[in-house]
T-cell receptor
């Protein structure tokens, strides 16, 4: 158990809809990262927040947005969903060294 | 543009033998490299890392080798155990630029009893 929690575990929704994925980092970790893993793809970095502020951005679509709240939990919002958005979405957190990240179990999103 | 490449999608080895997982990168700005292990239905778990100022880092049965001139790193697992069966991701980081980790697509390791 990494100490990072993600909800929900599974999500099935239709094209055009909007969903919110939630992540709670390990106790004491200020950084939260979001990754997408599509079929046959590696982990694609989406975005990082540090203590409530956006720190780094990857290949995140404009339809996607994220935020980190004062209690340090984070939410990833995906809107106008397309079939190609079906993927595993992982959240990770880190403390002192950003490159040693602790991952949650992921949320599997299926868009039908 | 795939900056981290794990060209072999899978590897099968006998229990007790050595597993060698390879990784190539193209971004010369990467100065830190990591290996993560992932079991089904779980998130990736940090395994071992190496700084670009070193060419080897060892942690128990796991050793990572870095060849900067070839832009190549490898993970050696000796001896391999059935519990090592998992997907292994290689990742690179440019620690001076940002907090982004760039991952490869992963290698599925199967260790046969």
């Amino acid at each position: 158990d990494s100490g990072v929690t993600q909800t929900p575990k599974h999500l099935i929704t239709a094209t055009g809809q909007r969903v919110t994925l939630r992540c709670s980092p390990r106790s004491g970790d200020l950084s939260v990262y979001w990754y997408q893993q599509s079929l046959d793809q590696g982990l694609q970095f989406l975005i990082q927040y540090y203590n409530g502020e956006e720190r780094a951005k990857g290949n995140i679509l404009e339809r996607f947005s994220a935020q980190q709240f004062p209690d340090l939990h984070s939410e990833l919002n995906l809107s106008s969903l397309e079939l190609g958005d079906s993927a595993l979405y992982f959240c990770a957190s880190s403390r002192d060294r950003f490159y040693e990240q602790y991952f949650g179990p992921g949320t599997r999103l299926t868009v039908t | 543009d795939q900056q981290v490449k794990q060209n072999s999608p899978s590897l099968s080895v006998q229990e007790g033998r050595i597993s060698i997982l390879n990784c190539d990168y193209t971004n010369s700005m990467f100065d830190y490299f990591l290996w993560y292990k992932k079991y089904p239905a779980e998130g990736p778990t940090f395994l071992i890392s190496i700084s670009s100022i070193k060419d080897k880092n060892e942690d128990g049965r796991f050793t990572v080798f870095l060849n900067k001139s070839a832009k190549h790193l490898s993970l050696h697992i000796v001896p391999s155990q059935p519990g090592d069966s998992a997907v292994y991701f290689c990742a690179g980081a440019d620690t001076g630029a940002n907090s982004k980790l760039t991952f490869g697509k992963g290698i599925t390791l199967s260790v046969r009893p």
